[in-house]
Structures are given as structure tokens and as C-alpha cells.
């Protein structure tokens, strides 16, 4: 049975999709960019505040399903310069739990 999973915690979907999607157990959550719930506004700030605002909104969107990252088993990111990539990989890492085996990535 499919189950959407809602929150008012991260950014209201703006078309017609869902911030998530729970079936048979598996979660499955929409892309999102640095839009602060609060605001509903990009947030101003650097590469590093918008993938700290992307990792938040994930979190409460992965809560609202009753997981968090130590589940995620795929994840992807989207760039759009390469020169970010190390500050993205390092606030990324820091949002995971080594021990809990980090998700397979595919990074574009």
C-alpha cells in the first residue's frame, strides 16, 4: 500500500508530487533545493547554507516517514559547478552515520 508522507518541516511541494512516498516499507522522497519551510523562499547563501537547508528538509521529510539518513541506501546530488563538489561532500558526510554504512551516490 502507498502512503504519502507530508510534513509542514520541509518546503510544501509546489506541483504535483509528493515530498514523499512510503510503500512496502521503502521510502521515497522528492528532490529539493535550499527553500526555507519557514519562508517558503530560497535561502540567501552560499553553496554550504543551501546544502545544510537540502540536508534539513531531507531529515524532517525522512522523520515524517519514521527513518532518518542511517537508512538511506541511494541518494543523489546535483551540481552545479564541480568546484563545489568537496564543500557539498563534507556537509553531506557530516548528516550520515559511518557506522550505519553511508548510501550508494551518484553525483551529476
Known sequence: MKKVVATPNAPSAIG???????????????????????????????VEDETHMVMKNLAAV??????????VVKAGIFLQSMDDF????????????ESAGYPAMSKA
Request: proline content about 4%.
Open 16 to 46: 504535483p508530487y509528493s515530498q514523499g512516498i512510503e510503500v512496502n516499507g521503502m521510502v521515497f522522497t522528492s528532490g529539493q533545493i535550499a527553500i526555507d519551510p519557514k519562508t517558503s523562499e530560497l535561502i540567501k547563501g552560499g
Open 62 to 71: 525522512l522523520a515524517a516517514a519514521g527513518t532518518d539518513f542511517d537508512h
Open 86 to 97: 568537496a564543500a557539498v561532500n563534507t556537509i553531506y558526510e557530516s548528516y550520515l552515520n
